[in-house]
């Protein structure tokens, strides 16, 4: 079983943490600054050039977490499991990763993502706006977007938080995460979690039936497998 945990560093929005665990994967820091150095993470640079598109360092950050595929090339190829953690979370010493993807994956699921914490795309726009995450237009245009697209599931809502995902890299979950991918780059807002519950809706009906895509919703009890340290600052 081969593993790699993969940061994102676009601007200054966090101080990179080095890892201190001894676990047997690799540690890739994904990033645009020719500058940024480390003793532990592989500092993997991507061109402006294939970021044009991604208009500000959030929507950098959030384009390539969501999708580091399509900048990596065939980087990935080799993993059987890949974490996703945001720029201020470290792996916590003591916490084994191969023995966090066989309890949160196993043979049961495919992606494991924190459970969001309110009821709808509507309670977490406005939480956003309150907390001066992202203009009221560009959520308001994102709610309203997906609201109205008869692919979007209003009844099931299931919202993800995206600063600690751990997933088997399959076909499967490369076309969950594409699609995700497709749908935050598409809407106004910067915060990749209004267009998670959309893509949520619509994977399992461009799956086969016969084999969907599970997903493992965990708690605060895996968030502690994991440091959090405030951010170096937001970004917009």
Known sequence: ???VVLTYHFGDHDNLLEPVC???WDFLCITNNTKLESK???IVYVEEEKLKHLKCNKRKSSGVKIFPDNF??????????ILNIDGNFRVRG???????AEKLLGTEY????????HSSIGEEGRKIVECNRD??????NTITSILKSPDFDSLNQTLGVSNIILRKNSAKTRQFFATWYILYIAHDSI???????????????????DNPIRFNFFGQNIVNKFESHPHHKYYY
Do not use: C, H
């Not at 990596?72 to 499991?81: C, H, P, Q, V």
């Not at 203009?135 to 308001?140: L, P, Q, R, T, W």
């Open 110 to 117: 495919d992606i494991a993502i924190r459970e969001g914490g």
């Open 72 to 81: 990596l090339n065939d980087l990935l190829e080799k993993y059987d499991y």
């Open 191 to 209: 915060r990749d979690q209004l267009t998670f519950p959309f893509a949520f809706s619509l994977i399992n009906k461009v799956i086969p039936k």
């Open 22 to 24: 001894s676990n047997d």
């Open 135 to 140: 203009s009221a237009e560009n959520v308001e």
């Open 1 to 3: 079983m081969k593993g």
């Open 40 to 42: 532990k993470w592989t």
């Open 94 to 100: 003591d916490t084994n990763l191969n023995e966090l």
